[in-house]
């Protein structure tokens, strides 16, 4: 009886655990959700509400004339406004194609896989990797790095 009790105490304690972890990696994967909920409707306030006060931007990618590896920065506030800036008659869409979440509890790291669209024709892929802090509460993304790629796309 208590080999029996010991095995259903140690497996319920494994589920809750593994429970606490889906839970932890649903809410970092729903902050990003908001963040492109915000991005699709060009609504900076959603997007900000997914974003740490000191989060920064940056794309890799390569130097059309010599091919050499370039990292671009950008700051929250010009990155915003030029989302909410892209004119009515043009539409986009990011589609995330996965989530890879890796957390400790306070700092997470989700690698995304996507394809970004502009009036329905693909313009380019990569992936994002967002790092996130969890603050007061709640999971804040800090950094936002992507790679763009116009070749070897596949959506």
Same mark, same amino acid.
């Given at each position: 009886?208590?080999?029996?009790?010991?095995?259903?105490?140690?497996?319920?304690?494994?589920?809750?655990?593994?429970?606490?972890?889906?839970?932890?990696e649903s809410?970092?994967?729903?902050?990003?959700?908001?963040?492109?909920?915000?991005?699709?409707?060009?609504?900076?306030?959603?997007?900000?509400?997914?974003l740490?006060?000191?989060?920064?931007?940056? %794309?890799?990618?390569?130097?059309?004339?010599?091919? %050499?590896?370039?990292?671009?920065?950008?700051? =929250?506030?010009?990155?915003?406004?030029? #989302?909410?800036? =892209?004119?009515?008659?043009?539409?986009?869409?990011?589609?995330?194609?996965?989530y890879? #979440?890796?957390?400790?509890?306070?700092?997470?790291?989700?690698? %995304?896989?996507?394809?970004?669209? =502009?009036?329905?024709?693909?313009?380019?892929?990569?992936?994002?990797?967002?790092?996130?802090?969890?603050?007061?509460g709640?999971?804040?993304?800090?950094? #936002?790095?992507?790679?763009?790629?116009?070749?070897?796309?596949?959506?």
């Open positions: 009886m208590n080999k029996q009790f010991a095995l259903i105490l140690t497996l319920l304690l494994c589920l809750s655990g593994y429970a606490q972890y889906n839970s932890e809410e970092i994967e729903q902050t990003i959700r908001t963040f492109f909920e915000g991005f699709h409707k060009q609504d900076s306030l959603m997007m900000h509400t997914a740490y006060k000191t989060a920064h931007l940056q %794309t890799i990618g390569y130097k059309k004339e010599s091919n %050499t590896v370039k990292i671009d920065s950008e700051s =929250i506030s010009n990155f915003l406004q030029a #989302i909410v800036s =892209i004119p009515t008659e043009v539409s986009f869409r990011e589609e995330i194609h996965d890879n #979440i890796q957390s400790d509890g306070l700092l997470a790291t989700v690698w %995304t896989p996507y394809s970004f669209f =502009i009036n329905g024709n693909l313009s380019h892929c990569g992936t994002n990797n967002f790092r996130l802090v969890k603050a007061e709640k999971w804040k993304i800090f950094s #936002i790095v992507d790679t763009r790629k116009t070749k070897e796309c596949t959506n």
